[in-house]
């Protein structure tokens, strides 16, 4: 592990823009795709004004506008400390109002677009029921593990801002006992479940980009801030 204070020592603007124009390009070819197979009926319905198509479009604006909102903030705190330095000890108070509403945001409006939409997935309720809850009951597995095991600081980026996060130990128990990344690999199967109890089209579709989008974030964003903070291995 290196201190944190050893990392902004001695990175360059150069790291701080690490993996970004990958971040971009990944994006804008992810919202692309996902805008292009939404299904925009001429009669649709509608919910507080927009239709399944509308919330979709929402929603994804609103994950680019967190995940890039985190990529700039996780750089900008790891490598010039500027959160700490605008707002002292409240820094994790404030980056947790920041984020925990655009983190809601995208499950809410998953179950927004499934609400209004009226294409159907597959038209076999049965297994879509069965699937989806059995995705939905891994995601809340995933969650519970996350907020009892693993914790909600350490889940908002907290390395980024106090070394004692980043000497703590790794996680071991609930999802972490089988996959080192339950939040991206395991949690995001929660929208997927949404999409499929609902028989949603629209939803897929935005459970499929959510899933892409969230692992552009770890490869391009937080892998490389790993590897500053915990080495090479």
């Given at each position: 592990?290196?201190?944190?204070?050893?990392?902004?020592?001695?990175?360059?603007?150069?790291?701080?823009?690490?993996?970004?124009?990958?971040?971009?390009?990944?994006?804008?070819?992810?919202?692309?795709?996902?805008?292009?197979?939404?299904?925009?009926?001429?009669?649709?319905?509608?919910?507080?004004?927009?239709?399944?198509?509308?919330?979709?479009?929402?929603?994804?604006?609103?994950?680019?506008?967190?995940?890039?909102?985190?990529?700039?903030?996780?750089?900008?705190?790891?490598?010039?400390?500027?959160?700490?330095?605008?707002?002292?000890?409240?820094?994790?108070?404030v980056w947790r109002l920041i984020f925990l509403p655009l983190l809601i945001a995208?499950?809410?409006?998953?179950?927004?677009?499934?609400?209004?939409?009226?294409?159907?997935i597959t038209g076999v309720r049965l297994i879509e029921l069965w699937a989806g809850?059995?995705?939905?009951?891994?995601?809340?597995?995933?969650?519970?593990?996350?907020?009892?095991?693993?914790?909600?600081?350490?889940?908002?980026?907290?390395?980024?801002?106090?070394?004692?996060?980043?000497?703590?130990?790794?996680?071991?128990?609930?999802?972490?006992?089988?996959?080192?990344?339950g939040m991206y690999g395991v949690a995001f199967l929660g929208l997927w479940g949404?999409?499929?109890?609902?028989?949603?089209?629209?939803?897929?579709?935005?459970?499929?980009?959510?899933?892409?989008?969230?692992?552009?974030?770890?490869?391009?964003?937080?892998?490389?801030?790993?590897?500053?903070?915990?080495?090479?291995?």
């Amino acid at each position: 592990m290196t201190s944190l204070r050893d990392i902004r020592g001695r990175s360059t603007l150069w790291d701080i823009l690490e993996g970004q124009p990958q971040h971009i390009g990944l994006a804008i070819l992810l919202v692309v795709g996902a805008n292009s197979l939404l299904d925009r009926p001429s009669e649709a319905s509608y919910l507080l004004g927009y239709s399944s198509a509308g919330w979709a479009t929402l929603s994804i604006g609103l994950a680019v506008i967190h995940q890039v909102i985190v990529a700039i903030v996780f750089r900008l705190q790891l490598h010039r400390n500027l959160f700490t330095r605008w707002f002292g000890n409240r820094d994790m108070t404030v980056w947790r109002l920041i984020f925990l509403p655009l983190l809601i945001a995208r499950p809410l409006t998953v179950l927004l677009v499934a609400w209004t939409d009226t294409a159907d997935i597959t038209g076999v309720r049965l297994i879509e029921l069965w699937a989806g809850t059995a995705l939905l009951a891994l995601a809340v597995w995933a969650m519970h593990s996350v907020l009892v095991h693993f914790t909600l600081p350490r889940a908002l980026g907290g390395d980024h801002f106090r070394d004692t996060f980043a000497s703590m130990p790794l996680v071991n128990k609930g999802v972490f006992k089988y996959t080192s990344n339950g939040m991206y690999g395991v949690a995001f199967l929660g929208l997927w479940g949404i999409a499929l109890l609902f028989g949603s089209w629209n939803a897929l579709i935005l459970a499929l980009f959510q899933q892409c989008y969230i692992w552009v974030h770890m490869y391009c964003t937080e892998a490389p801030d790993m590897r500053w903070i915990y080495g090479k291995t």
